[in-house]
């Protein structure tokens, strides 16, 4: 895990020293290590700006002021809400090795103010999937990637990190390793399994170097002059992800922003208007909380309440 070489060397090595100490001696995944990691780094580029070259020089200040500049570089408050429990976790781990005192209990989160998740409505969905041109390579793969972001409700770094091994064909089952290196089951329907099976025998077979991979979504960069040449062959990554979702709802003409995390909110959502037990729910989207669920419910009562009003006579 690389960290700018712009930053003091004390504040590197001693997040070095935490992403190891989490990984090896608290058993976390490396997707949680990674998350730690790109937010301590802005930290740290942000300590460095305010003149901060070691950690005990790191005041409560220096992390509200950080909050700030994020809300004004307009983050997601869930990400903030993120950014700040890496922080926390670091800062635990940085007092008990004695190289900064406690600052956790000046540490506070944003209050993660209510706001409903944003689904896409049904036809919208159809629209997105439809956005692919399947007469392509590129196309076929697209068409795989959000008929089982739907068919799935995964999340986008579970579904960069899928294996061709964790796909049981057969089953019609994932085997997926979510937050905290939990691992959980997923069943995905025969829609979504028909076009990653194209997309297996028609796309990514056709590559020998894919068989390096064992990852099953491939990003393919062509001769570039900076690799000699070489075609170069590797596992998707968040990024193209989220850039192929927001270019299939661009041609689309979906007038709103898409993200992979919309498809998870309307995987969910969809499930529980059809009637689905919010418990089986919980347990396909990987939560450890049923009340993280429950988030659902008042999205389905939202929607009762427009419906209402817009159908009732005296609403």
């Known amino acids: 895990m690389s960290i700018s070489s712009e930053i003091p060397a004390a504040l590197v090595e001693r997040v070095s020293e935490f992403l190891t100490h989490v990984q090896l001696e608290k058993g976390q995944s490396a997707l949680t290590a990674d998350t730690y990691r790109r937010h301590l780094d802005d930290f740290m580029h942000f300590a460095r700006q305010v003149g901060r070259a ?144 194209r997309y297996r025998n028609e796309v990514r077979s056709k590559s020998p170097k894919a068989q390096k991979s064992d990852c099953f979504f491939l990003s393919f960069h062509g001769d570039d002059k900076r690799n000699h040449g070489k075609k170069e062959v590797k596992g998707i990554s968040r990024e193209t992800l989220a850039l192929t979702i927001r270019r299939l709802a661009q041609r689309a003409k979906l007038q709103k922003r898409i993200t992979p995390h919309m498809l998870r909110h309307s995987f969910a959502t969809h499930l529980l208007a059809g009637g689905a037990d919010l418990r089986i729910i919980q347990e396909m989207l990987g939560h450890s909380s049923i009340e993280t669920t429950q988030i659902y419910t008042h999205v389905d009562r939202n929607q009762l309440q427009h419906a209402y009003k817009a159908f009732h006579p005296r609403a």
């Open 54 to 197: 070691a950690w005990d020089q790191v005041k409560p200040d220096d992390a509200h002021a950080w909050l700030l500049q994020l809300k004004e570089r307009n983050f997601h408050i869930n990400t903030i809400y993120v950014a700040l429990s890496s922080l926390r976790a670091f800062v635990k781990y940085a007092h008990s090795i004695g190289c900064m005192s406690d600052l956790t209990q000046s540490l506070d989160l944003p209050r993660r103010w209510e706001s409903l998740p944003h689904a896409l409505d049904p036809d919208e969905i159809e629209k997105l999937i439809r956005a692919a041109d399947i007469q392509t390579e590129l196309g076929i793969r697209d068409r795989a990637v959000i008929e089982l972001f739907y068919a799935s409700g995964l999340r986008l770094a579970e579904m960069a990190s899928l294996k061709l091994a964790d796909i049981q064909w057969e089953l019609g089952v994932l085997r997926v390793i979510g937050k905290g290196n939990k691992q959980r089951v997923v069943p995905v329907g025969a829609e979504a399994l028909g076009w990653m099976s």
